[in-house]
């Protein structure tokens, strides 16, 4: 079955850190990925998503993800995260329910902490 | 992006009332609109796949006789919860996308249902 997963469920980093954010997924077909960030007690926005081309996909806020497809991969990274990154990350994939249907299946989550 | 409201963003009721969550797409037609069930410190898990002018499609394991989904244009999705009882208490997160699965799907942002 089509799965995404995030093994780290908690990070945290330092202001002006890196960040990387780790994701595989499990697809037969070319994947759509995204990855959404949700604040506490707030909907999911969209950092960035890839669907084909180029491998590399830069987002908003500063954020980029890699797409590998001998890992499986679609990892997210920002070179200096800033206080206001702490929020929930979540990375997902376009797959095709067993009633035809397009849907996203989200990976469990990563929190991110950043400390001073 | 495009922008996603629900409405009511936190809603407390008693056990056994039926309650009903909008979610519209303000500046876009959304061809298709998914109800997410989000529990504390989880991911979102997919309810229902609903296209403008036909019935739901239900997730396995969601009753559709107690979460009723009308799509009834192309802006407006309403989610409601018959009969509530504690355990239906969680997160409600609605999305809404245009015609294919290469359009992104934008989030509302949340409606918190509190059952007593």
């Not at chain 1, 089509?2 to 908690?10: G, Y």
């Not at chain 1, 070319?30 to 969209?46: A, E, R």
């Not at chain 2, 739901?56 to 009723?68: H, M, S």
């Amino acid at each position: 079955a089509q799965s995404v997963t995030q093994p780290d469920i908690h990070i945290t980093v330092s202001e002006g850190a890196s960040l990387e954010l780790r994701c595989n997924y499990s697809y037969g077909a070319t994947p759509y990925l995204f990855w959404y960030v949700q604040s506490p007690g707030q909907g999911l926005q969209l950092l960035l998503k890839y669907f084909s081309g180029d491998t590399l996909v830069q987002g908003i806020k500063g954020f980029e993800a890699e797409f590998k497809r001998s890992q499986s991969s679609f990892n997210l990274r920002k070179p200096s995260v800033h206080w206001s990154d702490a929020a929930e990350y979540f990375c997902a994939v376009v797959v095709i329910s067993n009633f035809g249907n397009e849907k996203l299946t989200f990976g469990t989550g990563t929190r991110l902490t950043i400390i001073p | 992006g495009a922008v996603v409201s629900q409405h009511p963003s936190r809603v407390i009721c008693k056990s056994g009332t039926s309650v009903k969550i909008e979610c519209r797409s303000l500046d876009f037609q959304a061809t298709t609109m998914f109800w997410y069930r989000q529990f504390p410190k989880q991911s979102l898990m997919l309810m229902a796949t609903s296209n403008e002018g036909s019935k739901a499609t239900y997730e396995q394991g969601v009753e559709k006789d107690k979460f009723l989904i009308n799509h009834a244009s192309l802006t407006l999705s309403t989610l409601t919860v018959t009969s509530a009882h504690p355990e239906d208490s969680s997160f409600y997160i609605c999305s809404a996308r245009g015609t294919t699965r290469r359009e992104t799907q934008y989030f509302g942002p949340g409606t918190r249902l509190l059952v007593l």
